[in-house]
Structure formats: C-alpha cells, structure tokens
C-alpha cells in the first residue's frame, strides 16, 4: 500500500513569508509525529498527533510554528515569518497507534530553505 | 527525559565485511524499547531493527543484529556481509513509553557509514 507522503519535496522561500508544509499519513494510522532535521540540530521532536488531537506541542521551537491536524488523516504543518534558522528537512512520521512499540514509518521529508 | 548518544560521526567498511556502530543512552525506566533507523541519500527514515528490553536476547534481522547490554545502557548495531545500499545514515532510536510524548523518539546524533567496493 502507499506509505507516508509529504509535499511540496522541496520547498525556497523568501524571509518573511509563511509556508505549509503536508503530509498524508498511511491510512488508519491514528498517531502522527512531525520531526525536524538540522545540521546543527540534528533530529528534534516537533509535534505528536493522536487522532485530530495535539496532546504533545512542546517541540514546536517558536508561536511562528503550529500544525493541525483534520479527518485524523492529513496534516499541515504552517511556519509563519520564516526565518533563515527555519532552514532544514521536515520529517513526518505515522504509526498505527502512538506508543513506544508501534513502528513509525516516515514520510521523503519536505526540504525548506529560507532566503 | 532519555538521552541517546552515537559517538562515531562516521564509519567505513568494505564490502562483504562486518561493522559495528555503537549507541549508548540513558533513562530510568525499566521498560522500553530501541531502534535503529536507516536513512539512505533518498532521506526516507526505514526501521532497521528494534529491541524490547525486557527480553534477554538480541534481536536479529537477517544481515542486522544489536548487541543490547542494558545494565551498560549499550545498543550497538552489527551489520554482516555489508553491501553497497546499506551506505546510509543511522540513527539510533528510543521512544517514550508514556506520558503525553507517547512513541516520540528521540535520536542520537546519527552515524555515515560508507561501504566501499
């Protein structure tokens, strides 16, 4: 079956502009994670989904960040007013529940860089 | 909160022979699981092998095998036979097990491996 899709795969934008980043998850996955990869940061947690629901925001690195989730499928993930430390590879990740046991499978990545 | 510390920045091997990457972390919980995740130059993240750490013996996934100590809080990956795919970034792995975090992983720092012909 399909596994985890995001877009746009690359993304150049302008300091000061907002970007939406997507990812549609395996179906039936009711737990989705977003992920940021950095250079200097390595791999961070941003934001976990259980169903529509956030109960894990705490990785979001600035209010310039948020992310919804709707129909416990796709998600967006919005940075407002990048910035050029906003640079880096998003990772979205989907498993069949959240939990340590449950295999996360991840998206291609969205590749972001701020001008 | 767990820590995971990959110490070897990059590795290389020839083909056909073994290497071992190591990974270290901490936590005070008793129960838990590892993983180690691949991610080849396409950057998609692929579980390699996961270890429930309340079971004495070393997971095995074909060519992958962990050696897990957990009184040294040790989880090293030993791949056999290297082949040219397996030249990718891995990340050693752990996810929390409760909490409002639940599944969150948190990463090392990640090891390159190169395998040459």
């Known amino acids: 079956g399909a596994g985890v899709s995001q877009s746009p795969s690359n993304k150049v934008t302008e300091k000061g502009k907002d970007v939406e980043l997507r990812c549609d998850p395996i179906?039936?996955?009711?737990?989705l994670y977003w992920y940021r990869q950095s250079l200097g940061q390595g791999l961070e947690f941003l934001i976990y989904f259980q169903g529509n629901s956030a109960p894990d925001k705490s990785g979001l690195p600035s209010d310039r960040f948020s992310a919804e989730r709707t129909g416990g499928s796709v998600s967006t993930l919005t940075i407002q007013r990048t910035q050029q430390e906003d640079s880096a590879v998003y990772l979205c990740?989907?498993?069949?529940?959240?939990?340590?046991?449950?295999?996360?499978?991840f998206g291609p990545g969205t590749r972001l860089t701020v001008t | 909160a767990q820590t995971v510390t990959q110490s070897q920045p990059e590795m290389s091997v020839q083909e056909a022979e073994t290497v071992t990457l190591s990974c270290t972390y901490d936590?005070?919980?008793?129960?838990?699981?590892l993983f180690w995740y691949k991610q080849p130059p396409s950057r998609q993240m692929i579980l390699v092998i996961r270890q429930e750490a309340y079971k004495q013996q070393n997971a095995t996934e074909n060519r992958f095998s962990v050696n897990f100590q957990k009184a040294a809080k040790s989880f090293s990956l030993k791949i056999s036979d290297s082949q040219l795919g397996d030249t990718a970034m891995y990340f050693c792995?752990?996810?929390?097990?409760?909490?409002?975090?639940?599944?969150?992983?948190?990463f090392g720092q990640g090891t390159i491996l190169t395998v040459h012909p």
């Open positions: 792995a752990f996810p929390n097990a409760g909490g409002t975090s639940y599944g969150k992983l948190t």
């Open positions: 990740a989907s498993s069949l529940a959240g939990g340590a046991p449950y295999e996360q499978y």
């Open positions: 179906s039936g996955h009711t737990a």
């Open positions: 936590t005070s919980e008793s129960n838990y699981y």
